[in-house]
Nanobody, 121 residues
Framework: QVQLVESGGGLAQAGGSLRLSCAASGRTLSTYIMAWFRQAPGKEREFVSRITWSSGYTRYADSAKGRFTVSRDNANNMVFLQMNSLKPEDTAVYYC??????????????WGQGTQVTVSS
């Protein structure tokens, strides 16, 4: 079992920044790839970024490239999503997830409860 708890969401103005955190725990945690997804009202959950614990290899959705940075702290089992140059269309509930990789949400077994990000124009 893997437990994930997100924090750091909130309200930001367009052009501003937020940093999301995901506290992860579980005996098999290192075997999973960590990812961030988001879901806006009335839309499907979409991939944002992912990272591996071992090498730190990252991948981003086109909407996140150049603005978002995913990172991890292996010693403390933490994953972060630094979001800069925020846009109103980034408004969504952001989820931390653990799975076997890829960009489809069906590839991820474990999910946090989500944290709301709201960007005002």
């Amino acid at each position: 079992q893997v437990q994930l708890v997100e924090s750091g969401g909130g309200l930001a103005q367009a052009g501003g920044s937020l940093r999301l955190s995901c506290a992860a725990s579980g005996r098999t945690l290192s075997t999973y790839i960590m990812a961030w997804f988001r879901q806006a009202p009335g839309k499907e959950r979409e991939f944002v970024s992912r990272i591996t614990w071992s090498s730190g290899y990252t991948r981003y959705a086109d909407s996140a490239k150049g603005r978002f940075t995913v990172s991890r702290d292996n010693a403390n089992n933490m994953v972060f999503l630094q979001m800069n140059s925020l846009k109103p269309e980034d408004t969504a509930v952001y989820y931390c997830a653990a799975g076997d990789g890829g960009t489809g949400y069906g590839r991820y077994l474990y999910w946090g409860q989500g944290t709301q990000v709201t960007v005002s124009s």
